[in-house]
């Protein structure tokens, strides 16, 4: 399933249309949504994470005083959206039909199939992509791969190969043989502190580890460091303007 859910992840990243995810919780519903956000988004857009069960419709769609959430934001996941009442789903489509523009991508994360109203108030809505993930007890396929990207997010490209290779002879055939019992979230926990293992064993850092021999004196000298070079470039930049273009007259400072 995961070659198919990649493809999806690619179709609907550009897209502006709703996506609505089922599958209970822990198959990875969230971890989509984010690739989803990342492979469609532009730099600087955020994801933001709601839960439907207390999700308040005010929330969504008051704009009053500048504040408007929806513009600030570049992807808003609704998880529980089973939750979601047909008034607020609605409320919704009117508002995509509306500001079309003025809206971020919404992806919808339900355990399982929306019925009744809800489900009525869905179709209203304009064209959405839909993804049913299973269990990975229902797809042992995938662990592989899932665990193999994990484990290239967490590692050096220097580290990588070995990593993987160590992984996949130790590891991994007890994933694939055993009654797996978890999903997602628990095979990237048990791949994560793998890594954190290996890493440890082989004198190696992992992506992303902040150096605990760092000091917080070391970095107040940098951060001061780096803001003294600002203003010495600002100081060039400003000797470099002619008189007529001088912040008095209008110009560039």
């Known amino acids: 399933m995961v ?15 709703p996506v609505k995810l089922v599958g209970p919780d822990g ?3 969230k971890l ?17 994470f709601l839960d439907g069960e207390n999700l308040n419709l005010d929330t969504i769609l008051d704009a009053s005083d500048g504040h408007d959430f929806l513009n600030r934001s570049g992807t808003v996941y609704i998880g529980r959206a089973e939750c979601l009442s047909s008034k607020f789903i609605t409320a919704l489509s009117n508002k995509m039909r509306s500001e079309p523009l003025q809206l971020p991508r919404f992806i919808f994360g339900f355990r399982s199939i929306p019925v009744g109203d809800t489900d009525r108030s869905l179709e209203n809505m304009k064209k959405m992509e839909t993804f049913v993930l299973t269990p990975l007890s229902e797809r042992i396929e995938d662990i592989s791969p899932i665990a193999r990207y994990r484990i290239w997010t967490l590692s050096l490209k220097e580290d990588f190969t070995q990593r993987w290779e160590e992984f996949e002879r ?5 994933l694939l043989t055993r009654q797996w019992g978890g999903n997602v979230e628990e095979l990237l926990d048990v791949v994560s ?8 064993e082989h004198g190696t850092r992992l992506v992303g580890e902040i150096n605990s021999s760092v000091s917080s004196h070391w970095l ?8 003294e070079k600002l203003l010495q470039r600002w100081e ?17 400072r």
Not at 3 to 17: E, I, N
Not at 220 to 227: G, L, N, S, T, Y
């Open 3 to 17: 070659q198919d859910l990649w493809a999806f992840v690619l179709k609907t990243s550009d897209l502006r249309t």
């Open 27 to 29: 198959v990875g519903k």
């Open 32 to 48: 989509t949504a984010r690739k989803i956000h990342a492979s469609g988004s532009i730099a600087g857009a955020r994801l933001r």
């Open 170 to 174: 130790t590891v991994l055939p007890e």
């Open 193 to 200: 502190r793998y890594c954190e293992l290996s890493a440890s």
């Open 220 to 227: 107040k000298e940098q951060i001061e460091k780096m803001h």
């Open 236 to 252: 060039h930049e400003d000797s470099m303007v002619e008189p007529v273009l001088s912040s008095r007259d209008g110009g560039v």
